[in-house]
Structure formats: structure tokens, C-alpha cells
């Protein structure tokens, strides 16, 4: 259980092929991306979800061992520490991707904010970091992201968030804490939502990513980057 190396993505963390080398390290972002500009700020992930670290999420969500949640915390208080020169000088409010009361009742614990807990509690942010678990709320219920198409996860989580309490948002940042970043549907519309309550920033903390890397993904990155060399001349 890594972080994840190599070049990713600046806004999304997905991982970028080697011709990217040509580009600046602000202007290297995936081919995504460039073409829709996310609604947040930056995601950064610990690591690649895969192996050891899908297992322990996995021990947490649905075996229900809830000491996995300290393990995982540790990590994911370096991707937190790591976030911290970037922040601004007041307070960022954490908020864990919320689960329904549905799905809240069935686990028992919202394991978002378990880790978020966790993190704060290991890792070396001090005050800097608040947590608010009660500020984003999911008032409709969804099926299960896993297997959707990325148009199909943006109309399964479309309108599925609201703030609670946009008092508490108004000019602040935020960091949304998750456990995977698949697509990035899920948290592109949380950070939206946050945006339209007040939120002056939104940053994205997931604890694993997936990262695409079957060959037609490379070969559509690959004309991604044909069409970018030729834009710069």
C-alpha cells in the first residue's frame, strides 16, 4: 500500500502518460480534464485502489471492522498534510461524503467519517482542519455506483445532496473526505452543491483512486495529446 507514483493529473489525479512530459507541471492534466473543468480545486488520493488498500477499505465498509478506519486515517492525514501549504489561512471545514439514512441505518457508521475522524485525529494539521459531518446531507437515496456508465453516475447522483447549514460554508474552504474516486461523479457533485451554499473553494480527499490504464484509455490520451502538441504549435 504506496502512494501513487509517477505524473498524474493536476486537478484529478489520474494518471498521465509519458508525452505529457512536454507540458508544464500546471498544465499537465488529463485529457477530462481539459475538456470540463471540474467544480473543484484538486483531488489528491493516497493511493491506487488495488491490492492491500481496496482490501482494508473493503474490511471497513462492509466487514465492519471499524479499527481498519485508524489505519486508513493514517494515510489519509498525509494526503491531508500534504493539501495543508495549499489552503488558505482561515479554517477548511472536512465533510465526509454523507451516506443516506438508509444506508446509514444498514452499515451502522458512515465509513467517510470514520477515516475523516481518524485522519484528523493521527495526522499533524492541528486546528487547521474542522471537521462537520452534519453540513452535507444525502436526502434522496441511490443505487450503488459500481457498473454505471459515467453518464449513468452523473443522473444516479444528480440532486442527491444538500447543505444543512450554509451559514457555516459561507467563504469557506472545503475538503470533501471519501473512501474511492471512481469517476469523480460523486464529489464533483458534492463540490457543486457546496459551491452554490457559499463554499469559496472545494477540495477532494479520497483515500484510493482508480486509475485507468487498459489500452483504449492510453490510445484516447494518446490523440488527447496529438490534439494538445498541436494546439501548442
Not at 501513487?4 to 486537478?11: H, L, V, Y
Not at 472536512?94 to 475522524?117: D, K, T, W, Y
Request: with cysteine.
Amino acid at each position: 500500500m504506496r502512494p501513487i507514483a509517477g505524473g498524474t493529473c493536476s486537478i484529478c489525479g489520474e494518471r498521465l502518460l509519458s508525452p505529457y512530459a512536454f507540458l508544464a507541471e500546471a498544465e499537465a492534466r488529463c485529457g477530462l480534464c481539459r475538456r470540463l473543468e471540474p467544480p473543484f480545486v484538486k483531488a489528491v488520493a493516497y493511493g491506487s485502489y488495488e491490492g492491500g488498500l481496496r482490501e482494508l477499505i473493503h474490511i471497513l465498509k462492509y466487514g465492519q471492522v471499524r479499527p481498519a478506519a485508524n489505519v486508513l486515517g493514517r494515510m489519509l492525514s498525509e494526503v491531508m498534510a500534504g493539501l495543508e501549504s495549499a489552503f488558505g489561512p482561515s479554517t477548511v471545514v472536512v465533510v465526509p461524503v454523507p451516506l443516506h439514512v438508509r444506508r446509514l441505518r444498514q452499515r451502522g457508521f458512515n465509513h467517510s467519517e470514520l477515516i475523516a475522524r481518524a485522519a484528523l485525529k493521527l495526522g499533524p494539521t492541528g486546528d487547521r482542519l474542522v471537521l462537520n459531518a452534519k453540513i452535507l446531507e444525502r436526502h434522496r437515496h441511490t443505487q450503488s455506483q459500481t457498473g454505471l456508465t459515467r453518464h449513468q453516475r452523473r443522473e444516479n447522483i444528480r440532486g442527491a445532496f444538500v447543505v444543512a447549514n450554509p451559514e457555516a460554508l459561507s467563504g469557506r474552504e472545503v475538503l470533501v473526505v471519501d473512501d474511492v474516486f471512481t469517476t469523480g461523479t460523486t464529489v464533483s457533485e458534492c463540490a457543486r452543491v457546496l459551491l452554490r451554499a457559499g463554499a469559496s473553494k472545494v477540495w477532494i480527499a479520497p483515500l484510493a483512486r482508480t486509475l485507468k490504464g487498459d489500452a483504449q484509455h492510453a490510445d484516447a490520451e494518446l490523440d488527447e495529446i496529438g490534439m494538445t502538441m498541436a494546439a501548442h504549435g
